[in-house]
């Protein structure tokens, strides 16, 4: 079974800050691209963010640039982060870890987490 293990979700006030991280432990994930996805209550899932295997491409969705930031750690379980900072209720969704074999937009990956709840209160 593949395995995406997220963490960092949370319940969070608006204007606040949370750090989500996903572990892709398995060596099949060596030189895969990483991101995340979420998924709003009622809403179709949309892209969020995602970064190549050696962190040279990086690609976010429009609305979110500025306030997110995804980063990766190879050397720790191949462990890809998501920072979002001024958190917006609009943010609320469920966050899911996502792995494929190039960074790109408009693709949909092949790999998927269990999602992660991110919460921002008004």
């Known amino acids: 079974q593949v395995q995406l293990v997220e963490s960092g979700g949370g319940l969070v006030q608006a204007g606040g800050s949370l750090r989500l991280s996903c572990a892709a432990p398995e060596k099949r994930f060596s030189g895969y691209a990483m991101g995340w996805f979420r998924q709003a209550p009622g809403k179709e899932r949309e892209f969020v963010a995602t970064?190549?295997?050696?962190?040279?491409?990086?690609?976010y969705a429009d609305a979110l640039k500025g306030r997110f930031t995804i980063s990766r750690d190879n050397n720790a379980k191949n462990t890809v982060y998501l920072q979002m900072n001024s958190l917006k209720p609009e943010d609320t969704a469920v966050y899911y870890c996502t792995a494929d074999r190039i960074a790109a937009l408009d693709r949909w990956p092949n790999y998927w987490g269990q999602g992660t709840q991110v919460t921002v209160s008004s």
């Open positions: 970064i190549s295997y050696g962190a040279t491409a990086t690609y």
